[in-house]
Every structure is written in C-alpha cells, then in structure tokens.
DNA sequence: TTAGTATTATACTTATCAGCTAATTAACTA
DNA sequence: TAGTTAATTAGCTGATAAGTATAATACTAA
C-alpha cells in the first residue's frame, strides 16, 4: 500500500502510460481509441492494465456509455507531484555549480565528525519521509 | 533500458528515495549519514540499493574521500520532469470544472463515429511516446 | 600487522510488473 | 435469435525491484 505520491510517480514511469495521458489532455477517449497508437507494439489487455495503473493512481476516470468506457484526465493527483517538485527547482538550474560550490563552504566535509573530537552530528532533519 | 524520464519518474516513486533527495538538498552526506534515520527499518544494504537507483537516474552523486562516499544532489534530471509536468498545469486547478465541460463540446461523445456513416475518426495525435 | 569503520557485493526470497493468449462479459445490431 | 463490437478477466511467463543476512573490500589508526 505505497503512499499517494509513489503511486502518481509510479504510474508516471512508463512512457505508454504518458502517452495516453498526453492524449486525454485532447479530450475523452474510449479504450481502443487510447490504444489504437499502441496495436503495433502491444495488445488491447496491454492497454487495459496501463489504464487500471492509470486509474488506481486517480488520473484516469473511467466512464461507461453502452459498451464503451469512456476516459478521461484527471489532473488533480499531479498537484502533489508537481508541488514536490517545486522544492527541487533552484537545484535545476544552471546556478547549480555556484550553488553547490557554495553547499560545500557551508557543509562539512563528510568525515570530518569521525576525525575530530567533536561529537558525530546528526543529520538534519529531513520533512519528506512519508 | 527504459527512457531517462521514466527512469526518473522510477527513481521519485519511492518515499525513501525521496527522503534521501530532501536530505540531500541541505548538502552532501554520507552513505551512513543518509541511512541514519531509516535503520530502525532498513538495513544499510538496502539504503545502498536505493542510493544505486538514484545514482542511475543520475540524481545522486558518490564521490570518493578516504572510505566515505560524499553523495551530492544532481537535480539535472528533474528538469525533463518538471516540464513535463508543466503541461499539465493547467488540469491540475480548480477550473477542471469547467474545462472538462467545455472539452465536451469539443470533443464529440465517444461511440459517435461507430453510430453514424461518418468514418471513423483517428485519435488525434500524441507527442510523448517517448 | 591488527583492529575498527564505511561501504559494497553476493546470494537469496518475495513481490510486483509488463506482456502475452485465450476465454468471458456486456452491450448493441441485424 | 445469432452475430458483432468493446472491454475485461484469468492464467501464464519472464524480468525487475525491495528487502534480508552474510561476506568481502577499502581505508584509517594504533
């Protein structure tokens, strides 16, 4: 039972399953509609399970209309995500090696705490152990 | 050999790992320093292993100082994520609503093409089948 | 050289995932 | 009713991942 996060980042880490989300962004589409790109290279229960992943993580709703299963786009789960990230943004950039020039200044050397008579210190606290 | 993005989306979808990455953002540590807080759970062989798959989503770096392993942040992959993310932005807001509403007069009902003589509408394409 | 610390490697178990084929359900159509 | 289309389920395989314990490596210090 992984946490709502990995879920969403999991069900992120495959590129069929971003393809078919990248085309919901275009509207709702059936099952074999979603799947269709695909034939080639996988099956229609291929599809399926993707779409299952995709809906245990809350991107996809499914819908029912006769006997097509319309799909839609959830976005809503990718606000976490997308939040998450955004912690890690002054680290994208090209600022990176003055950045971390400047963390080395400030952190101190790793060994350091065993070499010296000072007390080993505890990490620091860390807030995303969910 | 999966793509870089899924690899980091792979990479994020664990909360130990992204625990690791938090820790990291405060400056580089130790591989002991980073598996401090999580041995009453893990062994140090497993925060290895997580430490690995961080390493080859190009996340982490392990330098070498004596016998410690001084892991640094590489935030570099992220972008790809983020801006990945980014166009999905827009679906993530409250306006969903309404946007939904509005991609229903767009896009017509599924089932349509297969009801009527119109032929049948080839999805629209997609451009993340990476 | 010996002992101690930091880290990794090996080997194994268990669980999950991605894919397949074949069979099944559910709804429409003639 | 029988046939067709849309989608799912079931059962199987092979690959990968997370975790363990134990052993090996790399370096420091006495």
Redesign the pocket.
């Known amino acids: 039972m992984p946490d709502t996060l990995s879920q969403t980042f ?1 069900a992120l ?2 590129p ?2 971003r393809a078919i989300l990248a085309r919901l962004r275009l509207g709702e589409a ?4 979603l ?1 269709e790109p695909f034939l080639g ?13 995709l809906e245990r993580a809350g991107l996809v709703t ?1 819908g ?1 209309e ?5 799909c839609t786009l959830n976005a809503a789960p990718l606000k976490d995500a997308a939040e998450w990230m955004d912690e890690y943004r002054v680290f994208m950039e090209a600022s990176l090696d003055r950045l971390g020039e400047y963390l080395k200044t400030v952190t101190p050397p ?2 350091e705490s ?2 010296t008579d000072a007390p ?1 210190t505890p990490p620091p606290p860390y807030d995303d152990h969910r």
């Not at 059936?30 to 509609?33: H, L, N, P």
């Not at 996988?42 to 399970?49: E, Q």
């Open positions: 999991s880490a495959d069929t399953r059936s099952v074999s509609q799947a290279q996988m099956t229609l229960p291929g599809v399926t399970k993707h779409l299952k992943v499914k029912r006769a006997q097509w299963r319309p790793v060994g065993t070499r080993t």
